[in-house]
């Protein structure tokens, strides 16, 4: 790709032709307070927070500009600080700001541009506050839709269409009653939702949260035990329980991306109701045996049914949790004890 | 059937307007009363009764009936006034005086329509057609120079010449920059794409404005033979009419004028055996305002919630419907391209200003004596509209502003009514020309309450996605509110200038962009009026219920307990023949008190600001 060299308050930046002016100018550490944009996402240009002035051109939006050779970028004009400083009090008066019992608190973009921008008391108190007092959506067993947190960034709205393919979320209504909403307006629970959580883990404030989320107090990078696909993922770990999954951005597998098993499905972990050992039926009852005994158990009853009416009667039924190499081995396994009969879940 | 009705050429032209005004004023029965009356007095073949799409604009008159060759009018018309109507037409009667145009001045009766001051400084160009012509018969269209300037185009012009001669003409598009009309056909026109649109923009959504729906009813043709012509020029073979499903008339009569045109084959292939091929589908939009902006009416053709594209973006000439090249105009553009073919540029450009050629056409509504649609040459002045055509302001009240433009506009002062008016001096006295709806409002108007009016209007129509737009005009209108309920603060002026600076720059599409000058402009001109309504409590229009009280002048009184006995919050007191008293305290300013005091004591009076009882 052809390389392209902009100026931007007075420093030289060199970037990729079609990059856009915010994410050339974020990857080289030049802050540009902004709201709606994600770098995996199409630019959208809703919240304004990310005016710039060009020389020559006047105010444009940078996450819809793409650089040019030669531009000349400012930052930091009068009327950029008054656009912005606008746009983020209006959005900080509509917004239920509660941040010590928010989930993002520390973590919210809203956050991150008032400090940016720094917001006056006295300035904030001249204005009217706006935020409404819509219901929340509990419906999901994962997350919380909050809509009064929402900033109508729609990055969920891009993420379920561009990331999952799924296209549960749009903008509804007009006027201070636009909001995000699933088909009708319907609890999110009652719409095609898959659950997979990615627009979760890019909403810039606490409008969409995990339920009973706790944050963690390191990571530890692994795979994903679900499926053969061997996503990334990165475990919230705290004490010695796992108490959140991310998906690893570095994988190349998934890129970052999960799916709602993956991203939610860690409780078995500590589960009661998990088996740590194997267990072996007596009498009745189920008790708890060593791994020697249990496929001691297995090996003589394998025989004793081929003795019996032998090696076909026997059959394989293998799981898609294992990997390709695990069920190679399966099924030569199962050779190896006479029978063709083989199978896998996915099949079914 | 006008065939045949006019191989006996009758002597008499009665029209009848049929619009959706005309109809709600009862056209319809008047029409067909008067068809059968003339038909049993035997004139049928002398007396033709011809329906019209639209009366002549002077709606506040409907149901109006027109006598060509003559030119007189008969206004407000009843079922009952028929008979005589018809008979005058017998030889030897007498026309029907009373029911001719009385001047509001003199009280003299003005038999012709021409000689009606609404009418005089007119000049009827684009609405030529309208109230002439019967829009459901392509035949009157066609005896009227109907699809001439397409048969010359096809048969004589190459596309270049008609893209030069709409430039030359000088016409500019009604968004809010008044884009030259002709610089934009040439854009599309230079696309590189085989594929093209042609988008007539008929989703008038401003309050008060409705004279695109005007010439839909009343002269649908010209608009297809515009946007034919358009399609030539530009090489696109499909156009789409975006209308308003709220205009069900204008869809009927588009849609048997299409019909008509594909019959006649001006719409269809090879139009004219010119090789030329084009065909128009409707449209119907679904109520939103904001579906009127270029890229939100793209998306909502096809298919999506209509949301404005942010800039940086390609022009919609370069980008539009289905990713492809598309020109969009409004339908007054359209309906002006034949009358440019038909008449040249030259004569078009020599109406007009220096930079806005031309007419202009307004709905002018509000407090003017005479109201209606109106077509007046750019550079008139405003007191020339409101004072000649408008007749000034009724009921001997004073003229307090005029608002331009829709929500997107502002208001103006007595101060400019001199302003002759075109784009930019519109633009520059801080209002636009935008829809042309035209709002006339009195000493009566409160400024302050007339912008929340405006603002709960784009507040209301913002598509929601823009912060500024969204949450500023609702900041806006919150403080607006406030204002007109007497909890405004001083600091409030300068912060609504701010928020309204900060928002045209800011937003995403020209309704951000101007949702503030209702405001902006009533603060220009009008800044003593929110400080009454902060510093005074006082609204000095006496609209805002919160800032305002009822009085009984004691020396009117008489004491005779009407006001008592209907007030629903027993605030009044007195005995019968003792001077009443309102309690302010108690008093809701519902003013029944008012409406209900005999009018020969009139004792009761609305005063600007909160009276403490004991006043
Ligand atoms: C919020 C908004 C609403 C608009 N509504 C209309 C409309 O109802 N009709 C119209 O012709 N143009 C409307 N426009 C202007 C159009 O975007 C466009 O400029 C116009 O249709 C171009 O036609 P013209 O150049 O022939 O005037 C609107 C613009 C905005 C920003
Ligand atoms: S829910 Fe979150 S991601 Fe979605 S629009 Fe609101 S703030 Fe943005
Ligand atoms: S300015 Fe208003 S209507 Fe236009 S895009 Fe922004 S929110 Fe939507």
Redesign the interface.
């Known amino acids: 790709m052809r390389k392209i060299t902009f100026v931007i308050n007075g420093r030289k930046i060199e970037t990729n032709e079609r990059n856009t002016i915010l994410r050339a100018s974020l990857a080289h550490g030049i802050y540009i307070p902004h709201l709606c944009d994600h770098p995996d996402l199409t630019p959208f240009g809703g919240c304004r927070l990310c005016v710039v002035e060009i020389e020559g051109r006047g105010l444009t939006i940078s996450c819809k500009a793409p650089v040019e050779e030669g531009l000349v970028v400012q930052t930091e004009t009068p009327v950029i600080n008054k656009v912005r400083r606008i746009a983020a009090e209006l959005l900080i008066v509509n917004h239920h700001a509660e941040c010590l019992q928010c989930v993002r608190n520390t973590e919210c973009k809203l956050q991150d541009i008032a400090a940016y921008i720094g917001i006056e008391a006295d300035h904030l108190q001249r204005l009217r506050q706006t935020a409404g007092d819509h219901p929340i959506d509990n419906s999901n067993p994962f997350f919380i839709r909050n809509p009064n947190k929402c900033v109508l960034c729609g990055i969920c709205v891009r993420t379920c269409e561009e990331i999952n393919g799924v296209r549960v979320l749009d903008f509804a209504f007009r006027g201070y009653e636009t909001k995000i909403s699933t088909l009708m307006n319907k609890p999110i629970n009652e719409s095609v939702c898959e659950s997979c959580g990615e627009c979760v883990v890019r909403c810039p404030t606490g409008a969409l949260i995990i339920k009973d989320y706790q944050r963690p107090d390191r990571v530890v990078t692994t795979i994903c035990p679900y499926c053969g696909t061997g996503c990334g993922i990165q475990l919230g770990v705290r004490g010695n329980k796992v108490v959140s999954v991310r998906g690893d951005r570095d994988n190349p597998i998934n890129k970052g991306q999960l799916c709602v098993k993956g991203r939610f499905g860690y409780h078995f972990i500590d589960h009661p109701d998990r088996l740590t050992t194997p267990l072996i039926k007596r009498n009745g009852a189920f008790v708890k045996a060593s791994w020697d005994k249990a496929l001691e158990l297995v090996a003589t009853k394998f025989k004793e049914a081929q003795d019996r009416y032998g090696p076909e009667a026997l059959a394989g039924l293998s799981s898609a949790r294992i990997t390709n190499e695990e069920n190679y081995l399966f099924q030569k396994l199962l050779r190896c004890l006479g029978t063709n009969s083989i199978d896998h879940c996915a099949r079914l | 059937m006008i065939r045949k009705e006019r191989s006996k050429i009758p002597v008499k032209t009665l029209l009848l307007g049929q619009g959706t005004c005309c109809i709600s004023a009862g056209a319809e029965q008047v029409y067909t009363a008067l068809k059968r009356e003339i038909a049993q007095l035997g004139m049928a073949d002398s007396v033709q009764v011809k329906r019209t799409g639209l009366c002549h604009g002077f709606c506040q008159l409907d149901p109006v009936v027109i006598i060509e060759p003559e030119g007189l009018l008969y206004s407000e018309v009843k079922v009952d006034d028929v008979p005589e109507i018809a008979r005058s037409f017998l030889p030897g009667e007498r026309l029907v005086e009373r029911l001719f145009y009385h001047s509001p001045v003199t009280g003299e009766a003005i038999p012709r329509y021409r000689d009606i001051a609404f009418y005089q400084r007119q000049q009827r160009t684009v609405l030529k057609n309208c109230g002439y012509i019967d829009p459901e018969e392509i035949d009157d269209y066609l005896t009227n120079g109907g699809y001439q300037a397409l048969r010359q185009v096809l048969l004589e012009m190459t596309p270049e010449q008609v893209i030069k001669q709409v430039k030359d003409s000088g016409l500019r598009g009604l968004g809010g920059a008044g884009f030259p009309t002709g610089r934009k056909w040439e854009s599309c026109y230079q696309a590189a794409e085989n594929e093209k649109y042609v988008v007539c923009n008929a989703d008038e959504g401003d309050p008060g404005a409705f004279q695109d729906r005007s010439i839909l009813e009343g002269d649908p043709h010209s608009v297809l033979e515009g946007m034919i012509i358009a399609g030539y020029a530009v090489g696109a073979a499909q156009g789409y009419i975006y209308v308003r499903a709220e205009y069900p008339l204008a869809v009927k009569r588009l849609r048997s004028a299409i019909v008509q045109a594909r019959e006649e084959g001006f719409l269809g292939e090879d139009i004219f055996g010119s090789g030329f091929g084009f065909d128009i589908e409707i449209f119907p939009g679904a109520g939103?305002f904001?579906c009127g902006e270029s890229t939100a009416l793209v998306l909502s053709i096809e298919g999506k919630?209509g949301?404005p594209?942010?800039?940086?973006?390609p022009r919609t000439t370069e980008v539009g419907l289905w990713n492809k090249p598309t020109l969009l105009n409004n339908v007054k553009t359209f309906a002006a391209i034949r009358w440019i073919i038909n008449k040249g540029a030259d004569w078009f450009s020599s109406i007009g200003t220096k930079k806005s050629k031309g007419t202009a056409i307004f709905s002018l509504t509000g407090k003017t004596v005479n109201c209606g649609l109106i077509e007046v040459p750019m550079g008139i002045t405003l007191r020339e509209i409101i004072f000649g055509i408008g007749g000034g302001i009724p009921d001997n009240k004073k003229f307090k502003a005029v608002q331009t433009g829709g929500p997107s506009g502002g208001v103006l002062p007595e101060s400019l009514l001199d302003t002759a008016i075109d784009f930019d001096s519109l633009t520059a006295a801080g209002s636009m020309m935008g829809s042309g709806g035209m709002v006339v409002v009195d000493e009566e108007t409160c400024m302050v309450d007339l912008a929340r009016y405006f603002l709960d209007f784009t507040?209301?129509?913002?598509?929601?996605?823009?912060?500024?737009c969204?949450?500023?005009?609702?900041?806006m209108l919150?403080?607006l509110t406030?204002i007109t309920k007497g909890e405004g603060?001083m600091?409030?002026i300068d912060?609504l200038i701010?928020?309204g600076?900060?928002?045209k720059?800011?937003?995403?599409c020209g309704l951000g962009q101007s949702a503030p000058n209702p405001v902006l402009s009533t603060i220009r001109y009008f800044r003593a009026e929110y400080e009454a309504h902060i510093l005074m409590q006082q609204c000095p229009a006496k609209r805002c219920k919160a800032l305002i009280s009822y009085y009984i002048v004691p020396d009117k009184c008489t004491g005779c307990t009407a006001c008592q006995r209907q007030c629903p919050v027993n605030a009044i007191t007195g005995d019968r023949k003792k001077i009443h008293v309102i309690d302010q305290n108690k008093c809701t300013r519902c003013g029944i008190c008012l409406s209900v005091c005999p009018e020969r004591f009139s004792a009761v009076e609305s005063v600007p600001g909160r009276l403490v009882s004991g006043d």
Do not use: F, N, T, Y
Not at chain 2, 459 to 468: A, R
Not at chain 2, 470 to 475: C, P, T
Not at chain 2, 505 to 508: D, R, V
């Open positions: 939103a904001v919630r949301m594209k942010p800039l940086p973006r507040q209301k129509e913002s598509c929601g996605q823009c912060s500024l969204r949450l500023g005009s609702l900041q919150e403080i406030a603060r600091a409030d912060l701010e928020l600076e900060g928002i720059i800011g937003s995403l």
